[in-house]
Structures are given as C-alpha cells and as structure tokens.
C-alpha cells in the first residue's frame, strides 16, 4: 500500500478530530497515514458491496459507483479539481454496465494519457475483449473470480504503482497474497 507521512500540521488536526468510528480490531488504517484510494465501479449492488467491503478490510479508502457514467463523473472531479492526495490509485472496474462499459473508460482514460491502473471484471469476456484491455494496459478477470486474487492484483497494483509492463494477464499479479483478514 502506499502512505505517506502526515506533516506536523496534519497530525496536529488529526488529533483534534473527534474519534474514529474504527475499533482497533478492525483492521483499520495507521493513524499517522494516508491509505490508497480505490474507485471501484460495479452495476450489481451486491457484488459492488461485496468487493468493497474486502478491499476495505485490507485498508483501502474504497469509492463506490454503480455505473461508467458516474465512475468518469468521479475521474473528471479528482483529476480535474482535486488535489494530487485525493487521486485514485486504481480504479476496479465491471466491464458491462450502464451508461458506459468498463473498456470505453479504459479507453478514455488512455487517450487523455491518464495512468491510473485500471482492472476489469466480466462475465462476458471474450478473447478480443481481453487482449483490447490488455492492450491498453489493464488487467482483466473473468466472472466469477476469486476475491482473493482479485485483492492481491489491487495490491500489488498500488504497490508498483502502475500496471507496467503492459499486458500483465490477472494470474501474473495474483500471485502474491495479501495478509489474512
């Protein structure tokens, strides 16, 4: 995961907030760090809860969205006029959903030269679909996946910061595990 460490001045103000909502069996983020923020976006409730809740046990600030509409509306926000501490380090991804389908993000993305690491989920993947993903550097799982390899590609993706070398295939980055919850 990557942090940083908080300035005299932010911890000054962290330590007058009021306490957190977090118990300290929880899992919960150093109290001295900024953790990694993930976009993940998901049109199935239920799996978009499901998703976020893990990656929230492994430490992540996770921002949900249930389309590709409101996940470029989010990208636009953060990029556009936020600071460089709110960017998302990777955005997860269902590929089919409404307004617009993970892989036209992608695209988009790429184009505007953004690199923010993308991965992809889909139940209706096809050949010519993964090797376009991979193409634009993202890794791509098939429906249904394993949850914990979906966690390790997260992070090892926030850990090398990128998902370079391009065309890196979902098994390559789910090899390492992240520790037990």
């Avoid at 995961?1 to 977090?22: F, G, K, N, V």
């Avoid at 760090?33 to 430490?59: K, N």
């Avoid at 996770?62 to 990208?75: F, I, K, N, Y």
């Amino acid at each position: 995961m990557i942090e940083r460490d908080l300035s005299e001045e932010e911890i000054q103000l962290q330590r007058a907030a009021p306490p957190s909502r977090w118990s300290p069996s929880s899992r919960a983020r150093p109290a001295l760090r900024v953790t990694s923020r993930v976009l993940l976006a998901e049109d199935d409730p239920e799996w978009r809860h499901l998703v976020a809740r893990a990656l929230r046990g492994d430490g992540y600030h996770v921002t949900e969205v249930p389309d590709g509409g409101r996940l470029l509306v989010h990208l636009g926000k953060t990029y556009l006029v936020g600071s460089p501490y709110d960017a998302f380090d990777v955005v997860v991804s269902d590929i089919r959903m409404p307004v617009m389908n993970g892989l036209q993000i992608l695209e988009r993305l790429r184009e505007a030269r953004w690199p923010t690491p993308v991965i992809l989920m889909t139940a209706f993947g096809s050949r010519s679909v993964h090797e376009r993903a991979e193409a634009l550097g993202a890794i791509v799982f098939d429906k249904p996946l394993d949850l914990d390899d979906l966690r390790t590609a997260v992070s090892n993706v926030v850990d090398q910061g990128s998902v370079a070398p391009r065309r890196r295939r979902a098994g390559d980055l789910a090899t390492r595990r992240p520790p037990p919850r």
